[in-house]
């Protein structure tokens, strides 16, 4: 995978294997394109994670990030897992000379006005690639596993205060009424 731009929409499917258990994402690339912003708040609508990236040797595009984390906290669930990335760290790196660079300081604390995670990372040299995907990841998997834990609660209680009973006939676990 080379250190090419986005054009249009890129759809893709990664499966990450995190503790023992496979999580499914699906990836959605919109490139911070102006003209995919009304599309980009369907996509934000139904997401349980939205990764925001920029590149750290170009302020616009960090300046860029809190329209966009705007649009997404404006169209998401309360609850979704969000993370800003930093990409191209390897051109700071290799240049040696920072030139224009958005210190980590800086977007930690724009990450944190949101209730984002936060990484740099590389393409090219891969710094932190799977650590973020295995990190949201994990956050996803968690939030879902408390999802599934709380519909289970609610119908253990309601079961409890009167229920007709009906779930809990229907369950083969092996009780009998």
Known sequence: MGNVSSEGVDF?????????????????????????RSLSKQY?????????????????????VRSWMEDVQNSVE????LMLLGSKKDLVSINGDVGTYIYPGEARRLAFE????????????????????KYMSRLLRDREDQTIA??????SS???????????????CGTTS
């Open 12 to 36: 893709q499917v990664c499966n990450m294997k995190v503790d023992k258990q496979v999580v499914a994402l699906q990836l959605w690339d919109t490139a911070g394109q102006e003209r995919f």
């Open 44 to 64: 934000f609508r139904k997401a349980d994670g939205v990764i925001m990236m920029y590149d750290v040797t170009n302020q616009q595009s960090f300046f860029n």
């Open 78 to 81: 309360p609850g979704t897992s």
């Open 114 to 133: 949101y209730n984002a995670s936060f990484f740099e990372t590389s393409s090219v040299t891969g710094l932190n690639i799977d650590e973020c995907m």
């Open 150 to 155: 709380k519909t289970i609660n609610v119908l």
């Open 158 to 172: 309601e079961n409890e205060h009167g229920s007709t009973g009906a779930f809990k006939n229907s369950c083969s």
